[in-house]
């Protein structure tokens, strides 16, 4: 059961982290790290699976694979920069995590220009000439 090993290894993490703070800070630091990676791991089967589910689903609904691509990299760039925001903040760094949650804003205003412009074109199409 994945929820279990994750929530095992973060009690574990946890506890290590408190007594590193105290006398390593830098360890503690690459421990949370590591801690993290180790539960992303875990999920990335998981994460996979809903991907093909998603992509089954559009295919069903005859959704243009650009579109769903797309959303699906808007929500991974998501996930990833909430991840490394949070790694940040974990680290002490609260100002480099509201840049890291900046530069994902963007980046998915970005991916996102596509399928505004679709949008806008169909509203086009759809007014009176």
Partial sequence: MTIAQVVGIA???SVLLVLLRQARPEWAVL????TAVAVFLLLVDDIAAIVRILEQVADRANLD??????LLKIVGVAYLAEFGAQL???AGES????KV???GKV???LLAVPILMAVLELLVGLLPA
């Fill in 11 to 13: 009690l574990v993490a």
């Fill in 31 to 34: 421990l949370s790290v590591v």
């Fill in 65 to 70: 694979t650009r579109y769903t691509a797309t």
């Fill in 88 to 90: 940040c903040r974990d």
């Fill in 95 to 98: 100002a480099l995590a509201a």
């Fill in 101 to 103: 949650e900046l530069a």
């Fill in 107 to 109: 980046v998915i205003l």
